[in-house]
């Protein structure tokens, strides 16, 4: 599993920090926002589900849930990719863990 797709590093990494605000954290002092650039998504899909019959039993849904969430996220970005959304731009999926 690559560094830049385990879920602590994007789960938890914070706000990106082209971000011109500030997003407090969590009260037990870990960072309750993270993101992952959508160009990534599928990757991390893939990684996670090339493990999931490999994890503990009770982490499998969680995984699952995951897994269709990046699935969910990369399929809606690809369809946007070439057209003229110049006043959207949905690059990076934000997770809360609050």
Do not use: N
Not at 19 to 24: D, V
């Amino acid at each position: 599993m690559p560094e830049e797709l385990c879920t602590f590093g994007f789960l938890f990494a914070g706000p990106p920090t082209e971000i011109p605000f500030h997003i407090s954290g969590s009260l037990e002092g870990y960072p309750a926002v993270g993101h992952l650039a959508l160009s990534r998504a599928k990757a991390g899909a893939d990684a996670y589900r090339a493990v999931i019959d490999k994890i503990d039993q009770d982490f499998v849904d969680d995984l699952t849930t995951l897994v269709e969430k990046l699935e969910f996220e990369h399929e809606d970005w690809a369809s946007r990719q070439g057209r003229d959304d110049s006043w959207y731009v949905p690059d990076t999926p934000f997770f809360s863990t609050d």
